[in-house]
């Protein structure tokens, strides 16, 4: 089944419920490596997800509710995300497809109010995440 290749500067979007914790989430950028291009901008191959950093998102869960504030990351692909036969420079391209598996690294943690402050002890929540492409034209497979 084909599916939209994702292209330089396209955006994943973040799911802001990470578990327990609740994100306020960015859209982060692409950076395509592939050798092949569309319309002038470089095709997304596998790997290319790890270019993926939002950084400075703040985060609060329902016990700590001072906010505490962390990295987004794209932490593995769907398998309908990379492509079977479609290839640029031999890596398999990334495909728009389904939701990926996405990381939340604590950075500064959340804090429980009064009676003292009492930080989240958890370093990392997971979610999802998916893909939007300009591409409105070039599928892969």
């Known amino acids: 089944m084909s599916d939209y290749v994702l292209i330089d500067g396209d955006q994943a979007i973040f799911e802001p419920a990470f578990g327990a914790a609740k994100v306020s ?64 420079g031999g890596a398999a391209l990334l495909l728009v497809g389904g939701r990926f598996t996405a990381n939340f690294e604590v950075l500064v943690p959340a804090k429980q109010p009064a009676p003292a402050p009492v930080p989240d002890p958890t370093l990392a929540y997971a979610g999802a995440g998916s893909f939007v492409t300009t591409n409105a034209h070039f599928r892969g497979s």
């Open 25 to 88: 989430v960015r859209p982060g950028a692409l950076l395509a490596s592939g050798p092949a291009t569309r319309d002038g901008r470089r095709l997304c191959v596998l790997g290319d997800e790890g270019s993926v950093e939002v950084q400075l998102c703040a985060y609060v869960t329902e016990q700590h509710s001072i906010p505490g504030s962390g990295t987004l990351t794209i932490a593995a692909l769907a398998g309908d995300q990379i492509a079977q036969k479609s290839r640029s």
